[in-house]
């Protein structure tokens, strides 16, 4: 990817740019089986042993499912206005397909009526990866019903909150889910299998299309897919290096965002799964390519690629970059990626209008203390230079209409349990109790100025950097 060089110093986010924060139903409802749902895959994934940090699980995580009320009001303290959370298809339809759920319908009812009663505006994801347990019974991302399937659920959804909901997207990162789920297997259903991946992948798509024409015979709003993506430099000009970032780039960056607005995969991926890459038919694409109306994009770092052998299946490696800060998950921090990343989706896919749905960082907090305030100085400086990149990106003509700080709240990050921490707000997991960080306190100045807060707060550091540089002056 190249670099994008643009510097906006004036402010230039609209009035109407939403502010928000997100989550996901598994990692912060906890309650997964409360009033008539059905298991999840990462019900039963939990429950094997040695496959989640520390035997974690999602029966209580953030205990949001009763505590929303409260987790609303949260957020409008801070002044955020829109919340990105996903629905838990087992609550609204146990079995996955057939009967309803009308109590697991409610309560996203009541989330959404109460966000929108404090001026929040919901953003709904229909699938952050918890699919019903009953339908990996039945194949899960492998069975070609699974389109259907999917289509009829989000249907439920449109016709009850569309007359609410502005903003829909069909799938979270459906390369994680296949990368996790299906190849790697560290992710729920925990396969790895270099045969199913391709398919999942397919089916992933299928579902979305399907999603996406349901949506334009029922909803009246607007509804996208959201994407993780990861921008690959090459580590040398050498041809080994640049080939394998190609791969890289292909099977992260273009595998879903291709088939949807050119209708056809990248070539590179033929290469990259040999044998186990199918022949499509070609119908599928017509379905694929269903218009939509913006790409949300979750970002959090970039990598620098080298060729290695034995990297299965893409040959390719990220290099560990000398004198870069790296999270605790171990991704490097790279503010500037996410310009590159708005800005190469804006001229790649013809200037669609685009949202950061998700951006932050897992650091160590200190503890909390009663009265004091909980410092994050790492996690400040990530969300301050990400939110100049956006800007950036804006200034370089990318679309880009709102960004969504990942997460609202510490919560459960899968197969790390809940040893990784990304909230802007700190969770006692014994307690419950929320405790707004320094980074919650900067994002909601950033909110309520609608970014000017960027420059005050880059100017005061540089007074603060020069009066500590020169010597204490003495008064006359
Ligand atoms: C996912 C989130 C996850 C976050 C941090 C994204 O891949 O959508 O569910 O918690 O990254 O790992």
């Not at 119908?283 to 290695?308: C, E, H, K």
């Not at 200190?366 to 956006?390: Q, S």
């Not at 919650?440 to 970014?451: C, I, K, L, M, S």
Request: hydrophobic share 40%; proline share 7%.
């Amino acid at each position: 990817m190249t670099m994008t060089a643009t510097t906006a110093r004036t402010t230039d986010f609209p009035a109407q740019f939403l502010w928000g924060s997100a989550t996901s139903a598994y990692q912060v409802e906890g309650s997964p089986l409360a009033d008539g749902a059905g298991p999840s895959i990462w019900q039963r994934f939990t429950r094997t042993p040695g496959l989640v940090r520390d035997g974690d699980n999602g029966d209580v995580a953030c205990d949001q499912y009763r505590r929303y009320p409260d987790d609303v009001a949260l957020m409008k303290a801070l002044g955020l206005n829109a919340y990105r959370f996903s629905v838990a298809w087992s609550r609204v339809m146990p079995q996955g397909r057939g009967s309803v759920n009308a109590q697991g319908l409610a309560h996203y009812d009541r989330l959404v009526d109460t966000l929108l009663a404090h001026g929040i505006a919901p953003a709904v994801t229909l699938f952050h990866w918890d699919l019903p347990a009953a339908l990996d019974d039945r194949g899960g991302w492998l069975n070609p019903d699974i389109a259907g399937w999917f289509a009829d659920y989000a249907t439920i959804l449109f016709r009850k909150l569309d007359d609410r909901v502005r903003l829909w997207a069909t799938l979270n990162e459906p390369w994680v889910v296949t990368d996790g789920g299906y190849l790697h297997g560290a992710l729920a259903p925990g396969h790895r299998n270099r045969f199913e991946a391709p398919i999942a992948t397919h089916n992933l798509l299928r579902a979305h299309g399907s999603a996406v024409q349901a949506y334009r015979a029922t909803g009246r709003h607007a509804i996208g897919i959201v994407v993780n993506l990861e921008p690959k430099y090459a580590a040398s000009e050498s041809a080994e290096d640049r080939a394998a970032t190609a791969r890289a780039h292909a099977y992260m960056n273009r595998q879903y965002l291709d088939p949807v607005f050119f209708g056809r995969y990248p070539r590179l991926l033929e290469e990259i799964f040999g044998e186990a890459w199918p022949r499509w038919p070609a119908d599928d694409f017509a379905l694929i390519r269903q218009p939509i109306d913006f790409v949300g994009v979750n970002y959090y770092t970039r990598s620098v690629t080298r060729f290695d052998p034995q990297s299965w299946p893409l040959q390719a490696a990220p290099v560990r970059q000398p004198r870069a800060t790296y999270t605790e998950t171990t991704w490097e921090v790279f503010p500037q990626g996410l310009t590159d990343t708005l800005v190469w989706v804006s001229r790649r896919y013809g200037n669609p209008p685009l949202y950061v749905t998700e951006n932050g960082a897992a650091f160590f907090d200190p503890p909390v203390v009663e009265g004091e305030r909980l410092a994050d100085p790492l996690r400040v400086d990530y969300l301050r230079k990400h939110l100049k990149a956006v800007r950036n990106a804006r200034a370089a003509g990318a679309d880009v209409r709102g960004y969504f700080a990942w997460s609202l709240l510490d919560n459960f990050e899968w197969s790390l349990g809940y040893s990784k921490r990304f909230g802007i707000v700190h969770v006692d997991f014994d307690t419950q109790k929320r405790t707004p960080k320094d980074s919650a306190r900067f994002y909601a100045n950033v909110v309520a100025t609608n970014g000017r807060a960027l420059d005050e707060d880059e100017a005061r550091a540089a007074a603060a950097a020069e009066s500590t540089a020169s010597p204490p002056q003495r008064l006359p």
